[in-house]
Nanobody, 124 residues
């Protein structure tokens, strides 16, 4: 099992940037695909971005394309989500997740372990 801890959330004005981090511990990290999801109040959890064990393979939700960048540092067992040009509709709790395979997925149910989440609030 992998333990995941997110950090980097906070309050930011519209148009600003945040960088989320997700530190993994436990099992070997480098063979896992990783994903970021988010859940706004009253809404279902939704896919944001994912990265395969081969870092060149990434996926993004349409809402994240061109503004968010997912990356990973296997030496540090950490995955990042750089979020630029933030909008009020990006406000949500952001979760990272690990999938015990090299290929990433956009599907929530493909992921095996989840972090506790970090709050991102974008003010208008």
């Amino acid at each position: 099992q992998v333990q995941l801890v997110e950090s980097g959330g906070g309050l930011v004005q519209a148009g600003g940037s945040l960088r989320l981090s997700c530190a993994a511990s436990g099992r070997t990290y480098s063979n896992y695909a990783m994903g970021w999801f988010r859940q706004a109040p009253g809404k279902e959890r939704e896919f944001v971005a994912a990265i395969s064990w081969v870092s060149s393979i990434t996926y993004y939700a349409d809402s994240a394309k061109g503004r968010f960048t997912i990356s990973r540092d296997n030496a540090k067992n950490t995955v990042y989500l750089q979020m630029n040009r933030l909008k009020p509709e990006d406000t949500a709790v952001y979760y990272c997740a690990a999938r015990y395979t090299v290929l990433a997925s956009k599907e929530i149910y493909d992921y095996d372990d989840w972090g506790q989440g970090t709050q991102v609030t974008v003010s208008s």
